[in-house]
């Protein structure tokens, strides 16, 4: 067999690993009356993946947060609006610290010191005519002091976020 084959074949094998890890640029994701445009995640402050392929991660992550909108936009918004979003910037409760080799990845350390956060514009929509619509800077600095917390749901933290967003931010003006 030829020399210069058997060097090539592990870096064709690394591109065909890194393609398949390679996410969407803005990927977008609708459960029943929320749509929104994750605008180029690999730009995000932090959402980074502790043991997972990060473009698995980030589909999960998108998909999970887009449904718990949903349940919290049905019950504002009326019969045929929509809520849309464009996402520019998510912050993750927590922060990633490296193991040093002492697990396999590295680990999420969720304190007060680091709140989930988010930036995103939107709108609420009705057939074709904008309701409501503004650009918005979220942060929840008692994210840890929240009874809510006191699940194991995915995201939990983020969830509340836009929670609270929609009921004190959208709802009234609604």
Do not use: H
Request: proline residues 6%; negative net charge.
């Amino acid at each position: 067999m030829n020399v210069k084959y058997l060097l090539l074949a592990p870096v064709l094998v690394c591109q065909v690993a890194l393609a398949e890890d390679a996410p969407e640029l803005n990927p977008v994701t609708e459960v029943g009356m929320v749509k929104i445009e994750w605008q180029t995640p690999k730009d995000f402050r932090d959402i980074k993946t502790s043991n997972e392929l990060q473009s698995r991660f980030e589909n999960r992550l998108f998909e999970t947060l887009t449904k718990n909108i949903n349940k919290q936009a049905e019950k504002i918004l009326k019969p045929g609006q929509t809520l849309q979003m464009q996402v520019t910037n998510l912050d993750l409760a927590g922060d990633m610290r490296p193991t040093f080799g002492a697990t396999p990845g590295d680990l999420r350390i969720v304190k007060d010191l680091y709140p989930p956060r988010a930036t995103f514009s939107y709108s609420v929509n009705e057939g074709d005519k904008v309701i409501i619509a503004g650009d918005e800077k979220i942060i929840d600095m008692s994210f840890m002091n929240n009874t809510r917390n006191f699940n194991n749901r995915p995201f939990q933290y983020e969830t509340n976020l836009f929670d609270d967003w929609l009921q004190k931010t959208v709802a009234p003006k609604l």
